[in-house]
């Protein structure tokens, strides 16, 4: 009985949808920009970007180096710039990956969340835009604990706060 009415319910709408006109080239354009702010509103919530106060190789070095000094486990820089010429991108912009994760994170989010939280990406994009100045990308560990409640908040506060010791000095 609950496949028949679903089943009804997508075939009207599936009929409404085709009676509607479609829309102008315009409207499918505001559309699509509508639809894009959106991603980019998400996008500025998951993610902290924000500009260094370094040059490109310097911001590269610093953050390794605040990272290995706080006993962080540090782990390859990948030349994402490199990779893109070499997968046949002509021109890109210098981009470099930092694998980082303060030691234990992950182990304790699993505790925290009794292991249902995934792990930390643990990483940080070093990349110049198209403005010419070099920013730093990585997850927003603040918006991430104001999303969920008890230890596991409070455990991703914690690094949070961890990150941001790292980061001061080096971004905006």
């Known amino acids: 009985m609950k496949i028949l009415l679903f089943a009804l319910l997508a075939g009207a709408s599936l009929s ?23 991603q980019m509103q998400l996008m500025a919530t998951i993610y902290d970007l924000r500009p260094s106060r370094l040059g490109f190789e310097e911001t590269v070095a610093a953050i390794k180096s605040g990272a290995e000094k706080r006993g962080w486990r540090v782990g390859d820089v990948v030349n994402m710039q490199a990779q893109m010429h070499k997968a046949g991108a002509r021109e890109t912009k210098p981009m470099k990956v930092i694998n980082l994760c303060p030691e234990g994170a992950n182990d304790r989010i699993a505790r925290a969340s009794g292991g249902k939280a995934p792990p930390l990406p643990c990483r940080a994009t070093v990349f110049t835009g198209a403005d010419g100045k070099v920013n730093v990308v990585h997850l927003n560990l603040h918006t991430l604990s104001r999303g969920v409640q008890g230890d596991l908040s409070r455990v991703l506060g914690e690094i949070a706060a ?11």
């Open 162 to 172: 961890e990150e941001d010791a790292l980061y001061k000095g080096i971004l905006e």
């Open 16 to 38: 409404a949808q085709a009676q509607s006109p479609a829309p102008t080239q315009e409207q499918a354009m505001q559309m699509q920009q509508a639809m894009m702010a959106r």
